[in-house]
Every structure is written in C-alpha cells, then in structure tokens.
C-alpha cells in the first residue's frame, strides 16, 4: 500500500493484529512479505512468546514489530537508516510498543559491540550488501544468541552461497519469487 512516499505493512497477528504502519519508500527497504511473515511466525508459534528477539537491518519493522505483537519481550531494531529509523520509532510509539527499542547504527559495528543474547535473530539485509556471512558470524562468535536460539535468515534466491557457522542446522527453507528465506537452529551438542 503506497501513498505519497510513504508505504505501509499490516501486523498479521497479536495484540496489534490488522494495525497499519506507515515506512518510507527507500531504494534499500523491502518489507517481508506477508505470506512469508506468516510462514515465518508459524515455524516460530512456539518459540516468540516472552523471547528477546533482535530485527538487524529493521527497515520497516515487519519482522519486529510482528514478534512483539505476538508477545516478545523484548525487541531491539537496528538499521543505519535515519528516516528508517525514525519511523521506526514513531510506530513503536502509536503502538504503545515499550518492548521495542530503536537503534541508529551500522549492523556491523553494532554486532561487534553488543553483548544483548537473544532466542530470535532475523537477518535481513540489503541484498546488494553481502553481509550475511558475517553478520551470521558475528553473533555466533559475540556470544549473542541464546542456546536454543532460532535465527532467520532473507536474501536473494539467485544467492546460494550464504556461508552460516558450522554448529547452525536449517529447520526450515523456501522460496517466494525472487526471495529464499531460511530458519536456522543451533544444534546445541556444538555450542559451547
């Protein structure tokens, strides 16, 4: 849904099920799709309710604000885009949503210098970026994700060659047009 430069998402379920949000157009940003966030939250169904999840290259916000309508406890957004980001923000605030929290910053940079552990990760980065990798490594080597961590991954379906660390299994994997998008788990006889 477009309207003068601005687009919207729609929560598909949760306490803010049917609610609008309004994001920028910027070249960068693709929302998930609501099919795939469906598919997405019913692999998760089981997994989301009082997690600490991490929506790295935010954007929009679907993936985030998703899991906290579905009853996260904690939801931390990073993009470096400031009009991303402040729009963001000014969801979280006609959501009432004191479960998110927004942050301005490069994912990278970001990840080097956190030490939040999270049960939910969902990657999603420009696909033109080629970051996933080491995004991926990042939160493994950071110690950033919870044992049992589940973590989603979204990029392009021509780009098979996402390198994922050894100790992550994939549960789950489709394909929407142009998308792939994978959920990974963390074999927990390998975590240390």
Request: net charge neutral; glycine share 8%; proline share 3%.
């Given at each position: 849904?477009?309207?003068?430069?601005?687009?919207?998402?729609?929560?598909?379920?949760?306490?803010?099920?049917?609610?609008?949000?309004?994001?920028?157009?910027?070249?960068?940003?693709?929302?998930?799709?609501?099919?795939?966030?469906?598919?997405?939250?019913?692999?998760?169904?089981?997994?989301?309710?009082?997690?600490?999840?991490?929506?790295?290259?935010?954007?929009?916000?679907?993936?985030?604000?998703?899991?906290?309508?579905?009853?996260?406890?904690?939801?931390i957004m990073v993009d470096?885009?400031?009009?991303?980001?402040?729009?963001?923000?000014?969801?979280?605030?006609?959501?009432?949503?004191?479960?998110?929290?927004?942050?301005?910053?490069?994912?990278?940079?970001?990840?080097?210098?956190?030490?939040?552990?999270?049960?939910?990760?969902?990657?999603?980065?420009?696909?033109?970026?080629?970051?996933?990798?080491?995004?991926?490594?990042?939160?493994?080597?950071?110690?950033?994700?919870?044992?049992?961590?589940?973590?989603?991954?979204?990029?392009?379906?021509?780009?098979?060659?996402?390198?994922?660390?050894?100790?992550?299994?994939?549960?789950?994997?489709?394909?929407?047009?142009?998308?792939?998008?994978?959920?990974?788990?963390?074999?927990?006889?390998?975590?240390?």
């Amino acid at each position: 849904m477009r309207q003068s430069g601005r687009s919207q998402l729609r929560i598909i379920a949760g306490k803010w099920r049917g609610r609008k949000l309004e994001f920028p157009e910027l070249s960068d940003l693709r929302p998930t799709p609501d099919r795939v966030r469906e598919t997405l939250f019913n692999w998760l169904q089981a997994d989301v309710s009082g997690s600490i999840c991490l929506d790295l290259f935010a954007g929009s916000g679907a993936l985030g604000f998703e899991a906290a309508s579905r009853g996260a406890s904690r939801v931390i957004m990073v993009d470096d885009d400031r009009a991303a980001t402040s729009a963001l923000a000014a969801n979280a605030g006609k959501l009432k949503a004191d479960n998110v929290e927004i942050v301005t910053a490069d994912a990278l940079g970001w990840l080097n210098s956190e030490d939040s552990v999270f049960d939910l990760a969902f990657l999603d980065p420009p696909y033109h970026a080629s970051i996933l990798g080491q995004c991926c490594a990042l939160l493994e080597r950071g110690k950033n994700l919870a044992e049992n961590a589940k973590i989603y991954l979204e990029h392009s379906r021509v780009d098979t060659g996402v390198d994922v660390p050894e100790n992550w299994v994939c549960l789950k994997s489709r394909f929407a047009g142009q998308v792939a998008y994978k959920l990974f788990g963390r074999a927990q006889q390998l975590c240390q």
